[in-house]
């Protein structure tokens, strides 16, 4: 329930934090946990799929649930919508010169990119993903990326970026 202008706290991120208070609990729905899975659209946009695998590849533990499918599929595509508008502005400049009457205007797809800039970053913060939401959350030292008995190989700890290049072999980082 929205307090004051400021929305309020989940119960789990007060108890990471450290600031739950028992006189002050209220029930809140349990999100059952399973796995996230994006519907056919999600690979019919260009790059989309490769922003909803980095993100469940790289989010912390927990952040994300199959509640959140929906959410996550409109912020992939929501950068994915950015990215290819960004590729215009860098291929034809940011503005245009009309031929008939020698007019400059603003390349179209620069409105594109702000506005789909601005959702992903909205959307980014419901899903508690951007650095300022997480660095709100006192987290305990990361939780093994798998869970599996000690030393099982898909308890792999090496750094993300080689993570990222095993899954996306030969394919340029920007």
């Known amino acids: 329930m929205k307090r004051g202008g400021h929305n309020a706290k989940p119960a789990v ?3 990471l934090r450290g600031t739950a208070r028992p006189d002050r ?3 809140e729905p349990v999100v059952p946990g399973g796995v996230l899975m994006p519907s056919d659209q999600i690979d019919a946009q260009v790059f989309a799929r490769d922003y909803w695998d980095h993100f469940l590849q790289t989010a912390p533990r927990g952040v994300l649930a199959p509640l959140d499918a929906p959410i996550l599929e409109r912020l992939c595509m929501a950068l994915s919508l950015a990215r290819q508008a960004m590729a215009d502005v860098i291929a034809n400049g940011m503005c245009y010169t009309l031929e008939k009457t020698g007019f400059v205007m603003q390349n179209p797809h620069l409105a594109i ?4 800039t601005e959702i992903a970053r909205k959307l980014a913060g419901e899903l ?6 997480r660095a709100r959350l006192d987290m305990p030292d990361q939780p093994a990326l798998r869970d599996g008995p000690p030393g099982d190989p898909a308890d792999d700890r090496r750094d993300d970026l080689e993570r990222f290049l095993d ?3 030969g394919r340029p980082i920007n």
Do not use: S
Request: hydrophobic residues 30%; positive net charge; without cysteine.
């Open 167 to 169: 899954l996306h072999p």
């Open 128 to 133: 508690g993903l951007p650095v300022t939401a």
């Open 113 to 116: 990119v702000n506005r789909q």
């Open 25 to 27: 609990a209220k029930r």
């Open 13 to 15: 991120t007060k108890r």
